[in-house]
């Protein structure tokens, strides 16, 4: 009788032990799919969109502009544009000179540079200024900006 309980124990046992083995090959498997997507994820083209931003700020020295050099067509959108002249009007913008553009935009607005070039950034307004604006550079090969 006593063998015949050892058996049902060893039973239950190598029972036991087999379970372990499917939570074991589901570990392994969800390692290997993960490795899978890190290696995939890393082999995306390295020819993205870039974005830089420029920073400018006049004071009692004077007007202190930012530049960037492009390669073709860009968007620029000023950011913001800040006095430390409460109420002062016209309303600080930003002052942009770029290859087919040469203006004033207000904060949120957008305009395009058509060529190659030099993107120049400086603050109009009244007082000590501040302002920043983005400019965002497509892919190579990625169709110019409309």
């Known amino acids: 009788m006593r063998h015949g309980i050892g058996v049902q124990s060893t039973a239950n046992r190598r029972l036991a032990v087999n379970t372990r083995y499917p939570i074991s090959f589901l570990a392994l498997l969800a390692v290997s799919i993960l490795t899978l997507a890190y290696q995939v994820d890393a082999q995306r083209p390295r020819n993205r969109a870039q974005v830089h931003s420029l920073q400018a700020t006049t ?3 004077g007007s202190h502009p930012d530049k960037t050099d492009i390669t073709g067509p860009v968007t620029f959108t000023c950011l913001n544009a800040v006095s430390e002249t409460p109420n002062t009007r016209p ?5 942009i000179t770029a290859p087919g553009f040469n203006g004033t935009l207000v904060i949120g607005k957008t305009a395009n540079a058509t060529g190659a ?3 120049t950034l400086s603050c109009v307004g009244q007082g000590y200024l501040r302002c920043s604006a983005r400019v965002d550079i497509p892919a190579p090969g990625a ?3 409309s």
């Open 143 to 145: 169709s110019p900006p």
């Open 91 to 95: 309303a600080p913008a930003c002052r």
């Open 117 to 119: 070039g030099t993107v």
């Open 59 to 61: 004071d009692s020295s």
